[in-house]
């Protein structure tokens, strides 16, 4: 798969997940975790979205593992998901780029060369669903598809829990508090639109007395 794709499949399904056990889907720490994941297993190629920008540590990897080596094991995910525990990383950290992380291997998986998810024990033997060419239509299809998935898994999240991140907090507390001062800067309706008092009409006159006028005039 393309990086582009990856970042969608991982994305998407961090939302998904994130909505179907109560977490905040929208957290943009959180989402860009899951988007750090996605593209983590590349860091093996120098020319990668990611190791294109971490050539110090992609370069070496590559010369040693190659593409699709290490990186694209079951054993880096056990290693990753060690790696942040160990480190004190948050939970909610870790959880997104971990399944960004699989998402990747999932997606790569669909292509033809596969991935050694047994490597070092089985270097050569790869493990494939060939249903897919990278960059082709098909992998287009698989990314509309998961977009739609994206798309029901924000209409299932939690919105009441997104303003209670810390990224949101700040900004919520801050239309909050504008919104309070121009309600006491805004004047009364009262004020702007004082109350027309309607204008009396003239009483009219009795209908005996206009066709006694009407006849008075005829005469003579």
């Not at 080596?69 to 290693?79: E, K, N, W």
């Not at 309600?183 to 009262?190: D, E, F, I, M, V």
Request: proline share 10%; hydrophobic share 45%.
């Amino acid at each position: 798969m393309m990086a582009s794709s990856h970042i969608i499949v991982g994305t998407a399904t961090w939302t998904w997940l994130s909505a179907r056990f109560g977490l905040p889907a929208l957290d943009p720490l959180a989402l860009g975790m899951a988007v750090l994941g996605s593209l983590a297993p590349d860091i093996d190629h120098p020319k990668s979205a990611l190791g294109s920008r971490l050539k110090p540590i992609s370069v070496p990897i590559s010369i040693v593992f190659g593409h699709r080596g290490i990186t694209h094991s079951l054993l880096a995910v056990g290693a990753c998901a060690w790696v942040l525990l160990e480190s004190g990383v948050y939970t909610r950290f870790t959880a997104p780029f971990l399944v960004g992380y699989i998402m990747h291997l999932a997606g790569d998986l669909l292509s033809p060369a596969g991935l050694p998810l047994l490597y070092p024990l089985k270097r050569r033997r790869t493990f494939a669903l060939p249903i897919i060419k990278t960059g082709g239509f098909s992998e287009q299809l698989v990314v509309v598809l998961l977009c739609g998935w994206l798309i029901s898994g924000l209409f299932g999240c939690d919105w009441r829990g997104i303003a209670d991140t810390g990224p949101w907090r700040s900004l919520v507390a801050f239309l909050d508090e504008t919104e309070r001062t121009l309600s006491g800067l805004r004047p009364t309706p009262a004020a702007v639109f004082p109350p027309v008092k309607p204008v009396p009409k003239p009483p009219l006159k009795p209908a005996s007395h206009r066709v006694a006028s009407v006849a008075c005039g005829g005469c003579g």
